[in-house]
């Protein structure tokens, strides 16, 4: 049934592609429109972007601005979610429309398959393959972590500290789940090495490992749900210290190293509508720069549809970018670096250091109007959709006479705008983080595999919120992790006396002389309390640790006093 709401949400969009462009009637307006900004400039048309924009002057915010072409919103389908409010949607309904059975199903295959080249290598470990309940458990699991941090991995089975959690161990054991994460994987192991025979030619393909789910995932983002007007495209790191030349470093984020995904993001809620992965030599069809290539990319017009309004920062922007995207019919607002290409560096009648707070400059050069605002320092700003100054007001905290005074500044109407809207991506970003699920892993694939998870429950939550509204996120995370680990009830099961029996720490042998020595581990409780490295046949069967049970030494008994 999710695979045929995808196709049928898939198919919806192209069949809108008609109804989304504009008519010839609107088609010969917006093209006067352009023609008009043409005209204005007379014969400095002819010039060069960069020699044309060094003989435009600053004009301050008394100088009235013309008001940019209006863009006909026009979208592809009804923004919003697209699944209907009348309907219940179960916080793990919701999920699942991100990770589908079949998706969990294809990633139990592989996971499997890897487990079993494991084996052949050498592992020494138990396995049985997992199936696709036992996987969701597995899920259910990451993100309890990921609300519940402790130190180590370990330390969510410990049954001998102050801090223990009985909940884990009743979803599955310590060594199940550290045997799946060992071998989680999302392409086939014999397709890896095939794709791996292809590294340092142009066949082979840095993303294999991950891109069977990533496709499913991007294609659910825009399945199920419909971006507004206002949309952000900003890089979000992954953090990762992998070796694999995919990596990127970077001094101004909290994230200093890790894999680059670019994000198209509705402003309004934070939803991921979007994303692609950096590589280090992704092959856009354009082949403009990667800012550029990046941005056209996600903004797909026979998806979105046309008269979008994106908000970008500074490693964006540029006027190329935004000409381009206003002549397809999508207006552009963001920041931009003064040295840039094709921006204005005329000096006449520009911002000094001297400026006073709240002074404004701006040029317009037809559809593009550059912006400068001095506020605590210059900040820049270009735009498509606004004109430079509407009559926007800003308050301000400004020490005057050794006394903060609260002054109201005037502010560039792209400035309010960007600073409304470009917080669509920082929201995203946030609500990412409150139950991120990273932890450390041994392999780079598997850190982006849990941030699939977080991209998922992230956007599953927004599609609560929007259709029904009525839980908190922590209350829709706590809901999410007992519907995916097969709980009951909310709280925790409490686990009775009879579930802690003591059972044989290995499979019994043929070999009578040898029964009790096969599978002998060391007491936890010895180690512990006496600090002795006592070995035992015998396990708890709840807690999945060794304890002695011998006449002097009842370490089975001494554990379970506390529980």
Not at 51 to 66: C, F, I, P
Not at 177 to 204: F, L
Request: glycine residues 4%.
């Amino acid at each position: 049934l999710i695979t045929m709401a995808l196709e049928e949400a898939l198919q919806t969009t192209t069949d809108s592609e008609e109804e989304c462009t504009f008519s010839s009637e609107e088609e010969e307006d917006f093209d006067d429109e352009l023609l008009h900004f043409e005209e204005c400039e007379n014969d400095s048309d002819q010039m060069p972007a960069a020699k044309r924009a060094g003989t435009l002057s600053w004009k301050a915010e008394t100088d009235v601005d013309r008001v940019a072409q209006t863009l006909r919103f026009l979208p592809a389908r009804e923004p919003g979610p697209l699944l209907s409010a009348a309907d219940s949607h179960s916080p793990m309904s919701l999920f699942k429309l991100f990770f589908t059975e079949s998706a969990v199903a294809k990633l139990c295959h592989n996971t499997n398959a890897q487990a079993a080249r494991a084996i052949a290598k050498g592992r020494k470990y138990r396995w049985r393959d997992v199936g696709v309940d036992e996987l969701y458990r597995y899920i259910g699991l990451v993100f309890y972590m990921a609300a519940v941090k402790m130190s180590s991995i370990a330390d969510y089975w410990r049954q001998d500290s102050l801090f223990s959690l009985p909940f884990p161990a009743t979803v599955m054991p310590r060594d199940r789940y550290r045997t799946i994460s060992w071998n989680v994987h999302m392409s086939h192991p014999d397709a890896d090495k095939e794709n791996d025979r292809k590294r340092g030619t142009a066949q082979h393909d840095r993303l294999f490992r991950i891109k069977p789910l990533m496709d499913t995932i991007r294609l659910a983002c825009k399945a199920f749900y419909h971006p507004r007007r206002n949309v952000a495209v900003k890089e979000r790191l992954v953090a990762c210290r992998a070796n694999t030349g995919m990596t990127r470093r970077t001094k101004v984020k909290p994230t200093k190293l890790g894999f680059k995904f670019f994000v198209l993001s509705d402003s309004s809620n934070g939803y991921t509508v979007d994303f692609s992965v950096y590589t280090g030599k992704n092959s856009f069809p354009t082949d403009r720069g990667l800012s550029y290539d990046a941005v056209m990319s996600l903004l797909d017009r026979k998806v979105l549809g046309s008269g979008y309004h994106v908000y970008m920062d500074d490693f964006y922007t540029s006027p190329k970018l935004f000409t381009d995207l206003f002549a397809l019919k999508v207006g552009a607002c963001g920041t931009y670096r003064d040295q840039r290409k094709d921006f204005p560096k005329t000096a006449a009648n520009s911002l000094s250091r001297n400026s006073s707070r709240g002074s404004i400059r701006w040029i317009r050069d037809g559809p593009l109007v550059c912006v400068k605002w001095m506020d605590t320092q210059e900040v820049s700003v270009c735009s498509t959709i606004h004109a430079a100054y509407t009559g926007e007001r800003v308050q301000r905290k400004i020490k005057a006479q050794h006394t903060w005074k609260t002054k109201i500044l005037p502010c560039p109407a792209p400035v309010t705008a960007y600073n409304q809207h470009m917080g669509g991506v920082d929201l995203s970003d946030q609500l990412l983080q409150y139950y991120a699920a990273q932890h450390k892993t041994m392999k780079w694939y598997r850190k982006i595999f849990l941030h699939f998870l977080d991209i998922a429950a992230t956007n599953a939550f927004i599609l609560h919120k929007e259709l029904h509204g009525n839980m908190t996120h922590d209350q829709f995370m706590e809901e999410l992790i007992t519907e995916l680990c097969g709980v009951s009830q909310k709280a925790a099961p409490k686990q009775f006396s009879t579930d802690h029996v003591p059972i044989p720490g290995a499979e019994l042998t043929s070999n009578v002389r040898r029964i009790a020595t096969v599978g002998r581990r060391i007491c936890v409780h010895c180690k512990a309390v006496h600090g002795k490295k006592q070995q035992t046949p015998w396990k708890c069967q709840a807690c999945d640790v060794h304890l002695c049970l011998q006449l002097n030494r009842n370490c089975f008994q001494e554990w379970h006093k506390s529980l």
